[in-house]
């Protein structure tokens, strides 16, 4: 362990792909945020469009940066086995491309996971959603033990309910979010354990587990 204060520091998980090459996902350090922020700035989604029920990206400049640093941060500061969200920068062939969240409310009881991520615009369209979901559900599911994972997306957002459908989570009714000054319906996902195993999944080493268990709330 060489970050006994924040184990989180030393989960890795590492695929590889043949077009895209080494694909990682790990909690960023504190000094490797700004390139985050900074690749979220460049644009995630056009003007016209908000795929997030909570509209950061729409904030001025340097407004949107400082939220953004807030959240990651406040997701570390107000982390308990009952109620954690772990931020996941993601890159692609050694370059910063985005963020992958998993989530969970009292897992230890109910083993239930939820998902949120974005992407640069640079990298979007070329299965890196779809790659990037299956990897942190291969932590939930083969490593901390999740039984149900769920996801929701609004319904004019192809992209994500297609990377849901892609990974095999199944429709489970519509709701509403908030989004922008009004509302938004939504499309709803759930996918058992058992739908994970059910199909051949890419291949995901996990590193560093063992020292962050306790965090998660499993043995």
Known sequence: MTHPLWPLYDLRLTTRDA????????????????????????????????????PWTDLPSPEREQSSYQFYMRTRATW?????????GLWVDGQPAGFQDLRAEQFPRFRTVATGSWLGRAFQGRGIGRLMRQMVLALAFDHLGAEIAESEAFLDNPASNRVSLG???????????????????????RMTVEDWRSRPRPSVRV??????RALFGVD
């Open 80 to 88: 308990s086995a009952d109620s954690w969200i772990l931020t996941l």
């Open 207 to 212: 590193d560093g587990l063992e020292s962050c």
């Open 167 to 189: 990974v095999g989570y199944r429709p489970n009714g519509l709701g509403r979010q908030s989004r922008r000054d009004g509302v938004g319906d939504t499309q709803r996902f």
């Open 19 to 54: 077009t895209l090459g080494e694909v990682v996902l790990r909690v960023p350090t504190e000094a490797e945020l700004p390139a985050f922020v900074g690749l979220a700035s460049q644009g995630i989604h056009p003007p016209d469009e908000m795929p997030f029920s909570i």
